[in-house]
T-cell receptor, first 115, second 113 residues
Framework: GAVVSQHPSWVICKSGTSVKIECRSL??????MFWYRQFPKQSLMLMAT?????????EQGVEKDKFLINHASLTLSTLTVTSAHPEDSSFYIC???????????FGPGTRLTVL | GQNIDQPTEMTATEGAIVQINCTYQ??????LFWYQQHAGEAPTFLSY??LDGLEEKGRFSSFLSRSKGYSYLLLKELQMKDSASYLC??????????????WGLGTSLAVNP
């Protein structure tokens, strides 16, 4: 199967700062990547669909000015949490679909803690 | 609307068989997925069904009935490491590579010795 990486795996930051999370498809090209957020003991919540070369599609209720998504190449999408607050503390996971397979492949996730 | 239902929690004994059900009502259907997620980790792919019937892969099998909007994941010879959350997801009707998944809330399975 395909491999998706995420960096960093965990980050602690002060309230008001911005944090950038990278998602890379290592052995395939992904025109579309997905960004999820997951709070403890809850299911995945899709935040946005990242499209290479165009604007991301955000789910209802997700602030696009707070969660900036850039899909600059076929192997890299970034999520920037701007002016982070403690309530943004969560597990952020990206996924991508390799056209050769049906399933989405997930990155290992990034645990964000905002103090 | 879009809705996926699965039990919140299940408990089973090591060595036993457990069946996790999933029912869905979605505006379109392009396949149903089962993922396993251990606490603090990202989901890992288990199975994919797009046609009716049973797909078997080792100790895990998945069944789909499109007419009933129903699927189940069957886990045989349960092991302690199978304790995890099991997520049912349906792929939506959008065309091309932009088909997002609609996720259930997950079933937390506890395997006891």
């Amino acid at each position: 199967g395909a491999v998706v990486s995420q960096h960093p795996s965990w980050v602690i930051c002060k309230s008001g700062t911005s944090v950038k999370i990278e998602c890379r498809s290592l052995d395939f090209q992904a025109t579309t990547m997905f960004w999820y957020r997951q709070f403890p003991k809850q299911s995945l919540m899709l935040m946005a669909t990242s499209n290479e070369g165009s604007k991301a599609t955000y789910e209802q209720g997700v602030e696009k000015d707070k969660f900036l998504i850039n899909h600059a190449s076929l192997t890299l999408s970034t999520l920037t949490v701007t002016s982070a607050h403690p309530e943004d503390s969560s597990f952020y996971i990206c996924s991508a679909r390799d056209p050769e397979y049906n399933e989405q492949f997930f990155g290992p996730g990034t645990r964000l803690t905002v103090l | 609307g879009q809705n996926i239902d699965q039990p919140t929690e299940m408990t089973a004994t090591e060595g036993a068989i457990v069946q996790i059900n999933c029912t869905y009502q979605t505006s379109g259907f392009n396949g149903l997925f089962w993922y396993q997620q251990h606490a603090g980790e990202a989901p890992t792919f288990l199975s994919y069904n797009v046609l009716d019937g049973l797909e078997e892969k080792g100790r895990f099998s998945s069944f789909l009935s499109r007419s009933k909007g129903y699927s189940y994941l069957l886990l045989k010879e349960l092991q302690m490491k199978d304790s995890a959350s099991y997520l049912c997801a349906v792929r939506g009707p959008n065309a091309g590579n932009n088909r997002k998944l609609i996720w259930g809330l997950g079933t937390s399975l506890a395997v006891n010795p």
